[in-house]
């Protein structure tokens, strides 16, 4: 087995390595989404072309993708596999290897059994996982810089995993700062800022908590405010995935936000279609488990 590049502390600097989960047939047009917190039906051919497109991409530009073994480890309806494609929840990467999530939403409680055996199967070390009354879902962490992690806790990372976050980084002399994560139109952090350089942040300024971009502009980031608009609220504009400084990947059909991204002095490495990925409601973002960065 090739060695995969693990380990991070950054949201910007090279991509390495990811984790992905390209969904199977039990996904296919689920009559009741709403029941599995879709937005829509899913159609599993169109949506396998879509992650297709994701693994070619990242390859193009030279980023392992590791993918989850779903083989099932226990006998059940397998309900938790028809939102595991959204990899970036199961998990949160540091320099010395991974955080596993302990998920707030019930449904997805089982997910992280098979992000924690593909982990290890690869040699990913697995530093702590989230116990107890701890809940915690990877898109709520975010590098700040080499030394500091804002974890947003409210509407899926309580307080009790946030103290464990900090313990953990604590051993690698990293600090941690909790944010609130309260606002309705996004369920982490992750939906409303995106890092994307040492001193360039992207935020959707109109539904954050008024805390976060005091905080931003204290550790002296240029903040581009992301309007709500159309693309933002539908399409997942903003659910981006930074693969070097400055230099993205987005959804396509975007122009407003891309002008936007442009006008920033940001670089589009590739648009992608992710409209099947977006009726299960999430992004670009949301599927992409961070392994390793530069």
């Known amino acids: 087995m090739a060695m995969i590049n693990f380990g991070s502390n950054s949201e910007y600097s090279k991509l390495k390595s990811v984790l992905l989960y390209k969904p199977g047939k039990e996904i296919n047009n689920y009559s009741k989404p709403a029941l599995i917190d879709h937005l829509r039906p899913i159609d599993h051919a169109a949506i396998g ?28 309806d397998r309900m938790y596999l028809y939102n595991m494609m959204y990899c970036r929840d199961l998990l949160f990467m540091t320099p010395e290897g991974v955080i596993i999530s302990n998920m707030a939403n019930s449904l997805r409680k089982e997910e992280i059994l098979y992000a924690e055996r593909t982990l290890i199967k690869n040699n990913i070390p697995i530093l702590h996982k989230i116990s107890g009354k701890g809940r915690f879902e990877g898109a709520d962490a975010l590098w700040v810089n080499k030394s500091l992690v804002v974890v947003g806790v409210g509407n899926r990372t309580n307080y009790e995993a946030y103290e464990q976050i900090k313990l953990t980084l604590s051993k690698m002399n990293v600090d941690c700062v909790q944010l609130p994560s309260y606002q ?4 982490h952090i992750l939906g409303t800022v995106q890092f994307v350089d040492h001193d360039l942040v992207l935020l959707r300024h109109e539904i954050t908590d008024k805390k976060v971009s005091k905080f931003l502009e204290k550790q002296h980031f240029t903040v581009v405010n992301v309007p709500e608009n159309i693309e933002v609220r539908t399409k997942q504009a903003l659910n981006i995935v930074t693969i070097s400084p400055r230099n993205i990947i987005m959804t396509n059909d975007c122009p407003e936000t891309k002008e936007l991204f442009i006008k920033a002095g940001l670089t589009i490495a590739a ?3 992710l409209t099947q990925l977006i ?13 390793g960065r530069e």
């Open 49 to 76: 072309a879509e992650f297709d497109n994701i693994i070619t991409t990242f390859e193009h530009f030279g980023i392992d993708a590791i993918q989850i073994d779903a083989t099932p480890t226990m006998s059940d």
């Open 184 to 187: 309705t139109k996004t369920q």
């Open 279 to 291: 009726n299960g409601a999430g992004g670009l973002a949301c599927a992409v488990g961070i392994i």
């Open 271 to 273: 648009e992608l279609e």
